[in-house]
């Protein structure tokens, strides 16, 4: 069974944890000192925030798949919705490894299908000291129509 995903940027992550942790009536499923994630079953929903110096608000949208036909399904709705799609293979981020597909809405807001494929102990591969990378969304001119 798929879940939505939504994540947040926020320039205090404490206090968006204890009032999300509120919120949900559960602390974070997994807490790192620029990142929390919670896997909730009711509503079913995987709900992220980070620190990591980018605008604070939405930072995208997504469905994440439990499994590789999911994931395809996804793909095929992307396709189907009528916007480019950037496929990216094992790519690292918000301490995982994924498969992913992206595209953007007709306002330009990134979306995002994956299934995450295991756990991983850093942000991303490419690291960066700067935290310019909320979560790994690619670039929009990568994904945006010409």
């Not at 925030?49 to 997504?62: A, C, F, Q, V």
């Not at 994931?71 to 301490?95: I, K, S, W």
Request: glycine residues 6%; contains cysteine.
């Amino acid at each position: 069974m798929k879940r939505f995903h939504l994540h947040l940027s926020v320039e205090d992550l404490e206090q968006n944890v204890r009032f999300y942790s509120g919120i949900f009536g559960q602390p974070p499923t997994v807490r790192k000192d620029d990142y929390a994630k919670w896997m909730i079953d009711d509503p079913r929903i995987n709900f992220a925030l980070s620190r990591r110096g980018r605008k604070t608000g939405l930072d995208h949208l997504g469905i994440q798949a439990e499994d590789k036909q999911e994931l395809e399904d996804l793909q095929n709705r992307f396709h189907t919705a009528g916007m480019p799609v950037l496929e990216q293979r094992e790519t690292a981020c918000c301490y995982s490894r994924s498969d992913k597909h992206w595209t953007v809405d007709p306002q330009g807001l990134a979306w995002e299908a994956y299934q995450t494929l295991e756990g991983i102990p850093v942000f991303g591969e490419a690291e960066s000291t700067s935290g310019d990378s909320a979560c790994c969304v690619p670039s929009l001119s990568l994904i945006r129509p010409t």
